[in-house]
T-cell receptor
Framework: GAGVSQSPRYKVAKRGQDVALRCDPI?????LFWYQQALGQGPEFLTY????????KSGLPSDRFFAERPEGSVSTLKIQRTQQEDSAVYLC?????????????FGPGTRLTVL | GDSVTQMEGPVTLSEEAFLTINCTYT??????LFWYVQYPGEGLQLLLK?????DKGSNKGFEATYRKETTSFHLEKGSVQVSDSAVYFC??????????FGTGTSLTVIP
């Protein structure tokens, strides 16, 4: 497809379960970002990849959050031992240039609900 | 710390009304400023941007001017349409890889 895709679109997890969220960026895009968007809030930065290198993970809220992009294309955000406060929409964005200055193209997001 | 503050919504306007959505920022240095829009059922997309003081970003009839003296980047449109109904996010980038978004302002335009 032409845009950024994310799967699943909706995920319901029981507290304590592990989840994996997938992002397929636009083909050839160097940069990939993950954001967390709580209800009624703007997106908050989680982590940034340039190709396969994770250059910034300062926004990850705890060591239960882990992201990877092993081949510089598809990325997975993993949350271990989910907690209710992890409930949010997780957004992925990609851009053709390096860093956050360039236009970011966003996916539709994955809505995670932790019961 | 660095942040972006948007006017709270929701905002409801009649078609052809004038729109202003306020955005102010705090930041060290000279950030680049952006407006992103999220239409119903779609992902966020860039609406316009400005990279230095006094720059004006414009797109689809929307405009925003980077005002350093008031640290503002207010979004305006002279005549809104029903199709402009969406959530609008102000955002800033200074250095590094982090984007800071405001909380979003929901706009509904009624015929």
């Amino acid at each position: 497809g032409a845009g950024v895709s994310q799967s699943p679109r909706y995920k319901v997890a029981k507290r304590g379960q592990d989840v994996a969220l997938r992002c397929d960026p636009i083909s050839g895009h160097v940069s990939l970002f993950w954001y967390q968007q709580a209800l009624g809030q703007g997106p908050e930065f989680l982590t940034y990849f340039q190709n396969e290198a994770q250059l910034d993970k300062s926004g990850l809220p705890s060591d239960r959050f882990f992201a990877e992009r092993p081949e510089g294309s598809v990325s997975t955000l993993k949350i271990q031992r989910t907690q209710q406060e992890d409930s949010a929409v997780y957004l992925c964005a990609s851009s053709s240039g390096q860093g956050a200055y360039n236009e970011q193209f966003f996916g539709p997001g994955t809505r995670l609900t932790v019961l | 710390g660095d942040s972006v503050t948007q006017m709270e919504g929701p905002v409801t306007l009649s078609e052809e009304a004038f729109l202003t959505i306020n955005c102010t920022y705090t930041a060290t240095g000279y950030p680049s400023l952006f407006w992103y829009v999220q239409y119903p059922g779609e992902g966020l997309q860039l609406l316009l941007k400005a990279t230095k003081a006094d720059d004006k970003g414009s797109n689809k009839g929307f405009e925003a001017t980077y005002r350093k003296e008031t640290t503002s980047f207010h979004l305006e449109k002279g005549s809104v349409q029903v199709s402009d109904s969406a959530v609008y996010f102000c955002a800033r980038w200074n250095t590094g890889n982090q984007f800071y978004f405001g909380t979003g302002t929901s706009l509904t335009v009624i015929p």
